[in-house]
């Protein structure tokens, strides 16, 4: 799914639809397809993108989604100020829970998540991107959260997504420094998995999402994904308990009897 694909995905459907789906077998894509507002979230797009999530959470078949978007210039450059600008305190409030309430839509869906990414990945972009489970980077994508040098505080769970992805001496420097880093610098970093040519972002991503949940049961992925995700709050007996739990429910469930058949 090359940078060309996804424009030809979104013409057309701008002025309804900002969130354009495509399905590479049990992959599914979503395309946001604001170009011309580098791709920021409105409270339209942010509705838009939600319904499909939750769509997606929804879809049995399913085994991983893409998010991705139109262009190479900006993946997501985050809130969209020009409507913000216009909305009263309270509306921005409200804009601002609505973004939260998708990032953590998207945490915690119950198959794979990645973000191919494109050019700039920065403020609710970036926050876009850590409530993914995988970030695959185009090599011209620059990352950072610029909210504090804008008189703004990140507010889609970018301040403690972030810390979680690269600890909290590089998360500073991101938020409080408003340092910017490059796709090969995020790699480093760990914050992203895999860097690869400009417009290849969302090809590498359906690839690597179709290696990765071929033999995965849907419902083993996500009791795997709330444990990597549950980890980080509990202490090692905690831990230890759920997974004695998780692995009694698998083993409860149909799935566990093909396990030696797919190991050999």
């Known amino acids: 799914m090359t940078s060309s694909f996804a424009r030809q995905c979104c013409q057309g459907f701008r002025s309804l639809v900002v969130i354009q789906v495509t399905q590479h077998e049990q992959v599914r894509v979503l395309t946001i397809c604001r170009p011309e507002r580098r791709n920021a979230l409105d409270n339209e797009t942010i509705e838009q993108l939600r319904a ?7 879809d049995e078949a399913l085994r991983a989604v ?12 985050g809130s969209d100020m020009k409507a913000a600008l216009a909305m009263t305190v309270e509306q921005r409030i409200e804009h601002a829970r609505s973004g939260q309430d998708l ?20 403020g609710g972009g970036l926050e876009l991107a850590l409530s993914c489970d995988l970030i695959v980077s185009g090599s011209g994508a620059v990352f950072g959260l610029p909210e504090i040098q804008r008189s703004a505080i990140p507010s889609w769970g970018g301040t403690y ?12 420097n991101m938020l409080l420094g408003g340092k910017r880093y490059t796709a090969d610098e995020a790699c480093t ?25 071929i033999d995965c049961p849907k419902e083993v992925v996500a009791l795997a994904k709330e444990l990597l995700t549950s980890g980080a709050y509990r202490s090692a007996t905690e831990s230890k308990e ?7 429910q698998v083993s409860a469930g149909d799935t566990y009897a093909t396990f030696p058949e797919k190991t050999k």
């Open 242 to 248: 759920a997974e004695f739990a998780a692995e009694a």
């Open 66 to 77: 893409i998010i991705t978007s139109q262009g190479e210039l900006a993946f997501c450059s």
């Open 103 to 122: 990032m953590d839509e998207i945490a915690s869906l119950n198959v794979l998540s990645i973000a191919a990414v494109e050019g700039f990945a920065l």
């Open 52 to 58: 499909q999530v939750r769509e997606a959470n929804a």
């Open 189 to 213: 970093l760990g914050l992203v998995l895999e860097v690869v040519p400009v417009g290849m972002a969302g090809n590498r991503a359906v690839e690597i999402a179709r290696d990765m949940t």
């Open 161 to 172: 997504r972030l810390s979680k992805a690269v600890g909290l001496a590089i998360a500073r």
